[in-house]
């Protein structure tokens, strides 16, 4: 039986749906098999940062309700062995989705797959309801930023009520130049305002947003120092204990962040 894990954030726009789609590539990179949900219901966008957006022709609320079979609407990505999407519905919204039928469709796909990502939409409303009702683990993804952490902070309290599992933090863009001259907030003082242990801290980097936009995920670019945080995140979510990145260590800054990690 495999696991569910739901990626959220409560703010929109921190990079969550390009962080679901790097770690589910990374780990089936890894050998594990990995579906990919949408859970956008009405703004899809998981199937355009995979550069599958012109293979859809069933989606997860057809599934639901019973126009195809499960099987007829995931698509397999044809780069990786062990990598499918299951995608959402452009042009319906949230409410399309129950709780219960999505419950039904993970527990289905959770027989399959050693891990099903959810990728959640953002906001605090029916859709996150149903998104993170069938997941086992939470990961919250946030940006150095007020804003984004003040959401990171109301979406943990939610999944503390609803009991999925024990959330992990990843912080996304971080610039070790604008966080030395105090103009962005450091990992150690989101850390303690979220109280959440760090799965991972992604670098800020322009080539995530280009391999974004041409649908080719940039763990797939072992030169890119965000995409060994990626593929850093999916050996810790399988249980590796994996050092932080030479990059971070020379810095000095980063090289605090070990703490944060627990060595790992």
């Not at 859970?39 to 355009?48: K, Q, W």
């Not at 997860?60 to 499918?84: M, P, S, T």
């Not at 940006?143 to 933090?169: F, I």
Request: hydrophobic content about 45%; charged content about 30%; proline content about 4%.
């Amino acid at each position: 039986m495999g696991t569910a894990i739901v990626m959220t954030s409560g703010k929109g726009g921190v990079g969550k749906t390009t962080t679901t789609a790097n770690v589910s590539t990374a780990l089936a990179l890894l050998g594990k098999k990995v579906c990919m949900v949408d859970a956008d219901i009405g703004l899809r966008n998981l199937d355009v940062v995979m550069g599958l957006e012109n293979r859809i022709i069933y989606d997860i609320v057809d599934v639901a309700n019973g126009d195809c079979r499960l099987e007829q609407a995931l698509i397999r990505d044809k780069r990786f062995e062990h990598l499918v999407l299951l995608p959402a519905a452009q042009t319906k919204d949230k409410r399309a989705l129950s709780v219960e039928k999505m419950v039904e469709l993970v527990n289905e796909l959770k027989r399959s797959f050693d891990f099903v990502m959810i990728d959640c939409p953002a906001g605090i409303e029916e859709g996150f309801r149903v998104a993170v009702a069938p997941a086992d683990m939470a990961i919250v993804v946030t940006t150095p930023e007020h804003t984004a952490v003040r959401d990171a902070d109301r979406v943990l309290g939610l999944l503390e009520r609803d009991k999925v599992g024990e959330p992990r933090l990843i912080v996304n863009r971080i610039r070790p130049d604008m966080v030395k001259r105090g103009d962005m907030l450091d990992i150690d003082e989101i850390v303690q305002v979220l109280g959440c242990d760090l799965l991972g801290v992604i670098p800020d980097d322009e080539r995530v947003i280009r391999n974004s936009n041409r649908g080719e995920p940039v763990v797939l670019d072992t030169a890119v120092p965000a995409a060994t945080a990626y593929r850093n995140i999916a050996r810790r979510i399988l249980g590796e204990s994996v050092p932080l990145m030479h990059l971070e260590e020379k810095s000095g800054l980063w090289g605090r962040f070990r703490k944060w990690v627990g060595g790992r």
